[in-house]
């Protein structure tokens, strides 16, 4: 599911929570909403509502390590394809059909991840850019150094190649929600609570609905970006 949908389904969930507790509060007799009544609500939902933000600020924080992680693999492959064009540069036109295919790869890497077309899912199980990789340092391994300048760089070269390929499985390997579906469910479901009780001791009118949808509303674009934090590369 995309975190659009996810989020639609908790407004959906915490927005009807907030209205079935408005609902309860005409069909439950008034003696039970007495004063100790509603503070023995009160203080157990604040027990719920410690323990809800508690876990969304875990949340918060496992989507922002995931999203500065990917981001700074992505800064660092592009630093060393940089790096590793400029060192077949300096190599020599020997290097020239390695730089050309280093370069169509990466644009097709930059189309399947960022597609110009919005409506188009990123693709990243693409096995042209490894056969491409491959080729690319068979290409490099081809070249025969004719100085140590040579040498080195046709060395540095394909340390650098190996770099970015390391950091490319290690993106490919974070890819996918670091939020286990369960402990969102259990959120939701304090959340969903939550707002039950706040109908249940609230005066039905449509102020308040309005304040209950507002909130929902609120609450479910928090989920939204702690999932979109969470996966960058799948914006």
Same mark, same amino acid.
């Given at each position: 599911m995309t975190p659009i949908e996810i989020s639609l389904i908790v407004f959906a969930s915490v927005f009807a929570g907030a209205l079935f507790g408005m609902y309860l509060r005409a069909l439950i007799p008034k003696h039970h909403l007495q004063e100790n009544t509603e503070n023995v609500i009160k203080l157990g939902m604040g027990l719920i509502a410690t323990m809800a933000a508690l876990v969304l600020g875990l949340l918060i924080a496992t989507a922002k390590n995931s999203y500065e992680t990917q981001d700074d693999a992505v800064?660092?492959?592009?630093?060393? %394809?940089?790096?590793?064009?400029?060192?077949? !540069? =300096?190599?020599?036109?020997?290097?020239?059909?390695?730089?050309?295919?280093l370069r169509r790869t990466v644009a097709a890497r930059l189309e399947a991840i960022w597609p110009e077309d919005r409506s *188009?899912?990123?693709?990243?199980? *693409?096995? @042209?850019?490894?056969?491409?990789? *491959?080729? %690319? @340092?068979? *290409? &490099?391994?081809? &070249? !025969?150094?004719?100085n140590d300048a040579q040498r080195w760089l046709q060395s540095e070269a394909l340390r650098v190649g190996r770099e970015i390929m390391e950091t490319r499985w290690l993106v490919l390997g974070g890819l996918g929600s670091s939020?286990?579906?369960?402990?969102?469910?259990?959120?939701?479901?304090?959340?969903? %609570? %939550? $707002?039950?009780?706040?109908?249940?001791?609230? &005066?039905? =009118?449509?102020?308040?609905?309005?304040?209950? $949808?507002l909130a929902s509303l609120s609450v479910a674009g928090s989920i939204f970006l702690i999932l979109e934090w969470t996966n960058p590369l799948k914006v």
């Open positions: 800064k660092h492959t592009a630093a060393k %394809i940089l790096l590793l064009d400029h060192m077949l !540069s =300096n190599y020599g036109p020997e290097t020239r059909e390695a730089r050309e295919l *188009q899912r990123a693709r990243f199980d *693409q096995p @042209e850019g490894a056969v491409a990789a *491959q080729t %690319i @340092e068979a *290409q &490099l391994l081809k &070249l !025969s150094p004719r939020v286990p579906l369960l402990f969102l469910v259990v959120v939701v479901f304090w959340l969903t %609570i %939550i $707002f039950a009780s706040f109908g249940l001791l609230a &005066l039905r =009118n449509s102020t308040v609905v309005v304040v209950f $949808f």
